[in-house]
């Protein structure tokens, strides 16, 4: 790979001045900070390699970055699962590619971990921004290490939330030759912010950002990002074993809800209609302590 520690700190601060090129925000929109797409766009031009992207949504990083590094392949894995009610943001995402005249891309329709585990190539800018549980998180990490190229890069988004810090944090442990280079934070998500700082996320770092290199001759200091107290990881295992667990969410904005009594009526009926439709999921449990492994056998391994 091309980039020097050097060349890295200056993409990070040249990404304040925002994206390379205008042109794709013209046509695409999303969940991305400007600053970021730009830190991406730079990055990708820097190191050289492939780029590859976990979460395209309606392909505002993976257009604004193909467009700006037309020699480089730019893969994106997205199942379309999520925020796509209309079933609109894949064909959104070929319709702008071609308004754009952007041939140098390719979707990759899968869940992530499918997509991950299958692809055979390799990559020197590894863009995560799909689930962002714990888990997926740390398996979108750990899926980076097969797939980068000596040298190359991780950029990690919505790091504003502790459980994705924690991802972070728990992958460098493991992995001492990576090292966290840069991170920024806003001071929420921008679901709750003012209309003002909606604006300010939009133009600079949206929900966070970590920055991850590949160091193997040691040259980074690296940072070490501030993690949430471990009990809230704890207390997730007590909450999956509850019979009520596939609900937790409605659940617990229930709760929250009696301290906003405005939106009780709206938390009720989201809490019914996912009780509902995830009876089969909740029926015949224990109140407690469910393990799900009554049809699990017994094995051995055999020698090859
Ligand atoms: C926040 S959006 C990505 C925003 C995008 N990077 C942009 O520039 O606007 C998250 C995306 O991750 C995708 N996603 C969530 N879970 C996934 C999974 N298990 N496998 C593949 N994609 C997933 C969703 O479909 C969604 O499009």
Not at 263 to 275: G, H, N, Q, T
Request: proline share 5%; aromatic share 10%.
């Amino acid at each position: 790979m091309n980039a020097t520690p050097q060349k890295f700190l200056e993409c990070i601060a040249e990404a304040e001045n925002g994206v390379l090129t205008e042109k794709p925000n013209e046509v695409v929109t999303g969940f991305a900070g400007t600053k970021l797409t730009g830190l991406i766009q730079r990055l990708v031009a820097a190191i050289g390699g492939d780029y590859l992207e976990v979460g395209v949504f309606q392909g505002s990083s993976l257009l604004n970055t193909a467009y700006s590094n037309p020699d480089i392949k730019c893969y994106g894995i997205d199942n379309f699962d999520f925020f796509d009610p209309k079933s609109e943001n894949k064909n959104m995402v070929i319709d702008r590619a071609k308004q754009l005249d952007i041939s140098n891309y390719e979707i990759i329709d899968k869940d992530f971990e499918i997509g991950l585990k299958e692809f055979d190539g390799k990559i020197g800018t590894y863009f995560i921004d799909g689930p962002h549980d714990y888990r997926s998180q740390l398996m979108c990490l750990a899926y980076g290490v097969s797939i980068l190229e000596d040298g190359g890069c991780m950029v990690v988004d919505d790091a504003n939330y502790p459980h994705v810090r924690q991802a972070t944090a728990d992958f460098l442990h493991m992995y001492p030759e990576y090292k966290l280079v840069f991170e920024a934070y806003t001071n929420c998500h921008p679901h709750n912010m003012t209309p003002d700082q909606i604006s300010s996320a939009r133009d600079g770092w949206w929900d966070g950002v970590h920055l991850i290199v590949h160091d193997p001759e040691d040259l980074f200091e690296g940072i070490t990002p501030a993690i949430p107290h471990n009990s809230r990881f704890v207390r997730d295992h007590h909450v999956q074993i509850v019979s009520h667990a596939p609900v937790a969410t409605e659940a617990a904005m229930l709760m929250a809800s009696l301290s906003k009594p405005w939106r009780l009526p709206k938390s009720i009926v989201r809490y019914m209609r996912a009780r509902r439709a995830l009876t089969s999921e909740i029926k015949g449990k224990f109140l407690t302590c469910n393990t799900d492994s009554s049809s699990l056998s017994k094995n051995t391994a055999t020698i090859k």
